[in-house]
């Protein structure tokens, strides 16, 4: 599904980072998904995304990989309900200087090839865990530095107002 590059000199392992087709495949398909939202019904996506090897399962989250590697993309919910898909474009980068610039610019880059595909983000959170935002009717896109890695989130609209009261999100709308 996701084409990955790597880059050795952010970690022993290397650093990998879907490449920007792979990041602009993916939110489209998480915005034109088309699924119940019950954790029991999670084999829904595996066949439309081909995720695999679930490690930890519970009623309200089960982990998957996604591509790049064992725990990449988790789907959490509440009461069997799912409230978001939550899925790493990157694998964790070195813990210093370099590191966190690597992975900035590759949240730089998805976004701004998010940008192209999907339009201007609906909003913006600055600050040291930037994200952008593609807001729907019943879901929201959420592509968010989160300082070694970067995700990408499908989340439920009504989790995601509870989530930024509880947190005081200072968003900006760009739309």
Same mark, same amino acid.
């Given at each position: 599904?996701?084409?990955?590059?790597?880059?050795?000199?952010?970690?022993? @392992?290397?650093?990998?980072?879907?490449?920007?087709?792979?990041?602009?495949?993916? @939110?489209?398909?998480?915005?034109?998904?088309?699924?119940?939202?019950?954790?029991?019904?999670?084999?829904?996506?595996?066949?439309?995304?081909?995720?695999?090897?679930?490690?930890?399962?519970?009623?309200?989250?089960?982990?998957?990989?996604?591509?790049?590697?064992?725990?990449?993309?988790?789907?959490?919910?509440?009461?069997?309900?799912?409230?978001?898909?939550?899925? @790493?474009?990157?694998?964790?980068?070195?813990?210093?200087?370099?590191?966190?610039?690597?992975?900035?610019?590759?949240?730089?880059?998805?976004?701004?090839?998010?940008?192209?595909?999907?339009?201007?983000?609906?909003?913006?959170?600055?600050?040291?865990?930037?994200?952008?935002?593609?807001?729907?009717?019943?879901?929201?896109?959420?592509?968010?530095?989160?300082?070694?890695?970067?995700?990408?989130?499908?989340?439920?609209?009504?989790?995601?107002?509870?989530?930024?009261?509880?947190?005081?999100?200072?968003?900006?709308?760009?739309?």
């Amino acid at each position: 599904m996701s084409s990955v590059g790597s880059s050795s000199d952010h970690s022993a @392992a290397g650093w990998r980072v879907m490449d920007d087709l792979a990041i602009v495949e993916l @939110a489209l398909q998480l915005q034109s998904l088309v699924w119940s939202w019950r954790m029991d019904n999670l084999m829904r996506l595996l066949v439309v995304f081909g995720w695999r090897d679930p490690i930890i399962q519970s009623s309200d989250w089960v982990r998957f990989d996604s591509g790049l590697g064992p725990g990449s993309c988790d789907v959490i919910g509440s009461d069997g309900d799912a409230e978001r898909i939550e899925i @790493a474009l990157t694998t964790l980068a070195s813990d210093d200087a370099a590191g966190r610039a690597a992975v900035h610019d590759a949240y730089t880059r998805a976004a701004a090839a998010l940008a192209g595909a999907l339009g201007a983000p609906t909003a913006e959170i600055v600050g040291s865990s930037p994200e952008v935002r593609w807001s729907g009717e019943e879901t929201t896109l959420l592509l968010t530095d989160l300082g070694l890695t970067i995700g990408l989130r499908l989340v439920a609209n009504s989790w995601l107002t509870n989530y930024d009261q509880a947190n005081n999100a200072q968003l900006r709308r760009t739309s």
